[in-house]
């Protein structure tokens, strides 16, 4: 697959989404044991249905894939919604459908070269998300990138009978340093 370096990491570099992955896609989208902890483990997903998602997506402009630096490997997505560039406002979300990279930081960089992008490139000053109470391994990523609790929607999530609660987080453009200032500064200075 064609994938290209918008933002890079030491470990993980954003790219593009490239619409000829929807078939890997679509199959961590039909796992179970990955979708438990996005909002839709009960949707069934289709190659058909998946290409056009990656399509609507590309177009959007602020989604991006995941991509391992070793080997140029699919990792998962993650992007920025409902961005109000006007108010400065947006929301993210990420997933890393390769289990053999779960619990090894991969998705805390790649959220943290997100949250660069949103906030030195596109200049945004507030950006949230929403996690189950569930999703431990989620809840920590986004503490260490810098996400506060900002409140919780009670027993606002059920599966398999239980009822879970919807977590709220934010951070300001303040509270986030990142890599482009830098990056940016230093070739102004050259």
């Not at 993980?12 to 909002?39: F, G, H, Q, R």
């Not at 998602?53 to 070793?70: D, P, T, V, W």
């Not at 699919?74 to 409902?82: A, K, Q, T, V, Y």
Request: charged content about 25%.
């Amino acid at each position: 697959m064609a994938y290209f370096k918008k933002i890079e990491g030491e470990r993980v570099y954003l790219s593009p989404i490239n619409i000829e992955d929807a078939a890997k896609y679509t199959e961590w989208l039909n796992d179970l044991e990955i979708t438990v902890n996005l909002s839709m483990p009960h949707n069934t997903y289709t190659l058909e249905q998946e290409k056009e998602a990656l399509k609507n997506l590309s177009a959007e402009g602020y989604n991006f894939a995941i991509i391992n630096q070793k080997d140029d490997q699919l990792l998962g997505n993650c992007g920025l919604m409902n961005v109000d560039l006007i108010n400065r406002i947006g929301e993210v979300g990420i997933f890393i459908g390769n289990k053999d990279f779960w619990n090894q930081g991969y998705g805390t960089e790649a959220m943290e070269l997100l949250l660069d992008y949103a906030f030195h490139l596109l200049n945004l000053n507030n950006i949230e998300l929403k996690a189950y109470a569930f999703n431990k391994r989620a809840i920590k990523c986004y503490q260490k990138c810098g996400f506060k609790l900002i409140g919780r929607r009670r027993e606002a999530h059920i599966i398999a009978g239980e009822k879970y609660d919807e977590i709220y987080m934010d951070i300001l453009a303040a509270e986030f340093e990142g890599k482009i200032p830098a990056l940016v500064k230093e070739r102004i200075n050259k």
